[in-house]
């Protein structure tokens, strides 16, 4: 009987100091990729455009925070540069959708092009970008992949859930480009990052 209870303290003992290390692992991966709770000071001004790289329906969650935040802002899922006008920040929002895109009758290349001439026209007038990514790594793919590389080369900040940075793809985009990073539970924890973008 005695045996019996000694195997399973022992086993518990087991399980707590693995969930322990698993737990300070995370801890110290996050902190060394500097991933920050929000941004120290606003790097950001309205007026803000708010489009889509990829056309995946994660953009309209963003201008609804935008729209509860009050911030002033113009929804444009495929901004042109003429629309670039009067604007001070601009939000991509990334996330490749097939869907989305067919939608638009448009092909991924043609996305592609759309954002790099944004991207191009921004850098040039000194635009600030922010990039969001709101889908988990289950939703990342190639053209997702290629999108955030796109932005984040360009980008002042990043803002993305945790479980699409599970490979550290974010965090070494965040590194590479020297943006910084805020690194989310779930799409409820956007609002207090994004609006210290602004205030």
């Known amino acids: 009987m005695r045996s019996k209870v000694l195997k399973v303290i022992s086993y518990v003992l087991l399980i ?14 996050y902190k060394r990729y500097n991933s920050i709770p929000s941004l120290p000071q606003a790097i950001g001004k309205e007026t803000v455009l708010i489009t889509s790289a990829g056309q995946s329906t994660d953009t309209y969650i963003v201008k609804d925070i935008a729209n509860r935040l009050r911030i002033h802002n113009f929804f444009m899922p495929q901004a042109l540069e003429p629309d670039l006008e009067g604007i001070n920040t601009v ?5 490749f959708s097939e869907i989305g895109e067919k939608l638009h009758g448009i092909t991924f290349e043609n996305e592609k092009k759309r954002v790099d001439l944004l991207l191009k026209s921004l850098k040039k007038n000194e635009v600030t970008i ?12 190639m053209n997702t992949d290629t999108l955030l590389r796109m932005t984040c080369s360009k980008s002042q900040y990043l803002i ?9 793809y974010l965090s070494n985009l965040s590194n590479e480009y020297k943006v910084p990073i805020t690194l989310v539970k779930n799409v409820k924890n ?8 602004f205030r």
């Open 16 to 29: 707590v100091c693995i969930i322990w290390l698993s737990y300070n692992m995370d801890q110290r991966d």
């Open 91 to 95: 939000v991509f929002v990334v996330g």
């Open 130 to 141: 922010i990039t969001v990514y709101l889908g988990g790594k289950h939703r990342r793919n």
């Open 160 to 168: 993305a859930t945790v479980s699409a940075d599970e490979d550290y």
């Open 190 to 197: 956007i609002s207090e990052p994004f609006a210290s973008a």
